[in-house]
């Protein structure tokens, strides 16, 4: 008897539990559901929005009914944009901005006031990339990645947040980077910068609640855009640009820039305080925080496989992706980023 009433004991218990279990998440859900935001008619400022993962944004944002802003600072492919965002039948403005000027910051959030009297969302997706080894890079590098991946971000938010905190509601979204967590070798600049900027969003989130503000941290992996045509290059040109292209357009290591833009409006709507895009992202964030150790060995690892520093000083010379194309690069290896590259605007 003694062993019947144990193991009825046990099964009430579970029974208990698992009901506990399903009750929370009917509750969770439930309240998720109530706080879900309707992106319609929200003004949403977009940084970088020209083309890239600023426009595949700006193009599903624009089917929800958004209010868009999208600022660039190169004007060609933000008027093609802009043209292609009406095309959708949406109200859309397009403004070419500097952001690492924050005069021109300051000039671009009156004339969103002052013209639809609120911003609602502000997404920081504006970047740039140098790709190289450590010896070839110079400060001004490092400067140059800080002050569009940071300085330009926090210009955004500074200008943006008394009308945030007048409203009393709002949300700030800061497109970071797996960079952002774990150091990359070859991406020094960049990943130094999204470093900050992941600390800046993440000390927000806890400082702008109360003000009724929403901070989303979005932890992206790389992601077929094609916007390794725009990065910049130092080292060995073609070979530092072809494994960052190639890298950027398989299927196993970058991930689909639709998918990857309809999660981060789906976080953007439950105003999620972090996104992290893909399961490699999640899992080698994970590691990172529980053994480092072996993230460091592993990118040790990855730096040997990398392109060596050139001895000529040509290799300090900065390129552009598209300066550094090669048979490699255009071949079937980088279809599918070739492809992205014509669908978002890049080319």
């Known amino acids: 008897m003694t062993g019947k ?12 539990a698992a009901g506990g279990i399903l009750m929370y998440a009917l509750i969770r859900n439930i309240v998720r559901e109530r706080n ?28 929800r009914g958004a ?23 949406i109200d859309v403005l397009g403004l070419s901005v500097d952001i690492t000027d924050r005069s021109q910051v300051r ?25 190289g080894p450590l010896d070839t890079m110079e400060t001004e590098d490092f400067e140059n990645a800080m002050k569009t991946n940071f300085w330009g971000a926090l210009y955004c938010i500074q200008e943006v947040l008394p009308y945030l905190k007048t409203q009393r509601e709002g949300q700030i979204v800061n497109i970071t980077s ?26 927000l989130h806890a ?9 989303t941290t979005v932890v992206p992996n790389l992601m077929r855009t094609g916007s390794a045509r725009q990065i910049t290059v130092k080292g060995k040109h073609k070979a530092e640009y072809a494994w960052f292209k190639l890298a950027a357009s398989s299927p196993l290591t970058a991930q689909d820039a639709e998918r990857a833009a309809a ?37 040790g690892l990855l730096n040997t496989l990398l392109p060596s520093t050139p001895s000529a000083q040509i290799g300090r010379i900065p390129r552009k992706g598209y300066e550094s194309e090669s048979a490699v690069t255009r071949g079937l290896l980088a279809r599918s980023g070739n492809r992205a590259a014509l669908q978002n605007n890049q080319v």
Request: proline share 2%; with cysteine.
């Open 5 to 16: 009433s144990n193991t009825l004991s046990i099964t009430k218990t579970l029974a208990f």
């Open 36 to 63: 879900r935001q309707d992106l319609g008619g929200k003004v949403i400022l977009i940084t970088g929005a020209s083309r890239g993962l600023g426009l595949i944004m700006a193009r599903q944002l624009a089917l």
């Open 67 to 89: 209010k868009l802003v999208i600022c660039s600072r190169d004007s060609t492919t933000l008027s093609r944009a802009t043209l292609e965002l009406k095309t959708l039948g």
């Open 107 to 131: 000039d671009m959030v009156r004339t969103i006031i002052s013209r639809y009297g609120t911003i609602d969302i502000l997404i920081n997706n504006a970047g740039i990339i140098q790709v």
């Open 178 to 203: 797996i960079g952002g967590k774990i150091a990359v070798p070859h991406l020094l600049p960049y990943t130094a910068s999204k470093f900050a900027l992941t600390g800046l969003s993440e000390g």
């Open 207 to 215: 400082e702008l609640k109360k003000y009724g503000i929403a901070v």
């Open 263 to 299: 999660e981060i409006i789906k976080g953007i709507e439950y105003k999620k305080n972090e996104i992290i895009l893909t399961p490699s992202a999640k899992l080698a964030t994970l590691l990172q925080g529980l053994v480092p150790g072996i993230m460091s060995t592993a990118f």
